[in-house]
């Protein structure tokens, strides 16, 4: 039984009906709870190689099991703005002011077409990239992180959870490497910079997961930040 399940059936002990004893009925109760509870915005940030495709693959998967219903997307988007972005970054990738303004319009369009319509079906939704990789690419480029951040915030819904999955700029370039290439928007990046941003963020719900960590002890820090979600 997870941390969660537990936590919520410590809750409510006191209101267990007498024939709650063993640990399939325990997880039926907490697969009942699970569903009940109002659909969350969860984000997944990280450099390139980090497996950020890979861990909100996973947290969909997660909580599929405990009978929610969640969606994957990302950013960019392949609507409009997102396609003009990977687009121009083939060609020549633009100034980071106007590559900013190309994200603020692609998740605009984005929130109001994707995230608030699903979140009030009652979906959860799970994002790879959202305002966080603006704040830290962006200003990696030289604009004001600080100044991206509080734009970002007075623009867009505050995720209930972001996890930052963070590795050192030398093991991102050996998992590209050995993957054969890199995401067009991280090769031309100081990753350095960009994880030193990263990393100067602080807020209650932003979580730090050790990436260099095997997948299997990186998905139990994901899954228990996505427990106190619901705690």
């Not at 497996?51 to 009978?67: E, H, P, T």
């Not at 790879?128 to 007075?154: C, H, K, M, T, W």
Request: hydrophobic content about 40%; charged content about 25%; aromatic content about 10%.
């Amino acid at each position: 039984m997870g941390r969660l399940e537990r936590l919520v059936l410590a809750k409510y002990a006191g209101e267990l009906p007498h024939f709650v004893s063993s640990p399939c009925d325990n997880r039926r109760l907490w697969i009942q709870f699970a569903s009940m509870t109002s659909p969350c915005f969860i984000v997944v940030e990280g450099i390139d190689g980090a497996g950020k495709s890979f861990v909100a693959g996973a947290i969909c998967n997660y909580l599929q099991r405990q009978a929610r219903r969640p969606v994957l997307t990302s950013e960019p988007t392949n609507g409009e703005f997102g396609r003009r972005i990977r687009k121009l970054a083939r060609v020549e990738r633009p100034s980071a002011s106007e590559e900013y303004h190309l994200f603020l319009q692609d998740r605009a369009e984005h929130v109001e077409k994707f995230i608030k319509p699903q979140l009030a079906a009652g979906h959860d939704v799970i994002c790879d990239r959202y305002f966080l990789s603006s704040v830290a690419y962006q200003g990696a480029r030289g604009l004001d992180p600080e100044e991206l951040l509080n734009d970002s915030i007075r623009r867009f819904p505050i995720p209930h959870l972001a996890l930052y999955i963070d590795i050192p700029p030398e093991v991102s370039r050996l998992r590209t490497a050995a993957r054969g290439h890199t995401d067009r928007f991280d090769d031309a990046s100081d990753f350095a910079v960009v994880r030193k941003i990263y990393c100067a963020m602080r807020f209650p719900w932003l979580r730090r997961i050790d990436g260099t960590l095997p997948k299997e002890a990186v998905l139990a820090e994901c899954h228990s930040a996505v427990d106190t979600v619901f705690s």
